[in-house]
């Protein structure tokens, strides 16, 4: 590879890098309370799998479940979702578990009163462990803080912790792939549309 194909390929490198980070910060305000997509949830992954969630939908993984308040903590199977930082966060660990730096990412949103129709919501045993403070915007201290002064239900693990457990596989029907601000535009387009009144 001569040094200017190199070169090339760091500016494309640095471009898909700042187009991913665009594409997070808008999914994040358009998820921010009076957005156009406040009452979602999403969950990250890569385009190839993806490819395979738009016929399939997402499937259950591994997961640390609490059901009700004080109830025992269960090993079971669920669907991981969570907010726009938080999920553009597992996507991005999809780059060092599969040691690919040029993986394309992608992100997929489903409306939080869809997933109630798939199962039953949990508390994340797992984020409760490892809380993506950074991400959240705050410090550890003050997640654990607002942990402990919450309900500590399914909801306080949402507005807190960022994220959601649905113990059970999600459809392909409601889930809406978006692998980039183009897409996020017209899902947005489509959402307001859909709730403006009738002429």
Not at 38 to 56: L, S, V
Not at 78 to 106: M, N, Q, R, S
Request: glycine letters at 10%; charged letters at 25%; a negative charge.
């Amino acid at each position: 590879m001569s040094g200017d194909d190199h070169i090339g390929n760091l500016i494309e490198d640095a471009a898909k890098r700042e187009q991913w980070r665009a594409f997070v910060l808008a999914l994040h305000e358009a998820a921010q309370p009076g957005g156009p997509l406040h009452g979602w949830a999403f969950h990250g992954t890569d385009q190839y799998t993806a490819g395979i969630i738009r016929i399939q939908g997402v499937t259950t993984t591994h997961a640390v479940a609490q059901v009700e308040m004080g109830g025992p903590w269960i090993e079971t199977d669920g669907t991981h979702w969570g907010t726009p930082k938080v999920a553009a966060f597992y996507a991005e660990d999809l780059i060092e578990k599969h040691g690919d730096p040029d993986l394309d990412l992608c992100v997929v949103a489903v409306r939080i009163s869809d997933l109630e129709g798939w199962g039953e919501f949990a508390v994340d045993g797992q984020t409760l462990d490892c809380p993506l403070a950074t991400r959240l915007g705050r410090s550890e201290e003050e997640v654990f803080r607002q942990w402990e002064e919450s309900a500590q239900d399914w909801q306080a693990c949402w507005d807190v912790m960022g994220t959601l457990l649905v113990l059970a596989p999600v459809g392909h029907e409601d889930l809406h792939v978006l692998n980039g601000t183009d897409d996020l535009e017209r899902l947005i387009q489509v959402v307001r549309e859909n709730a403006a009144p009738a002429p």
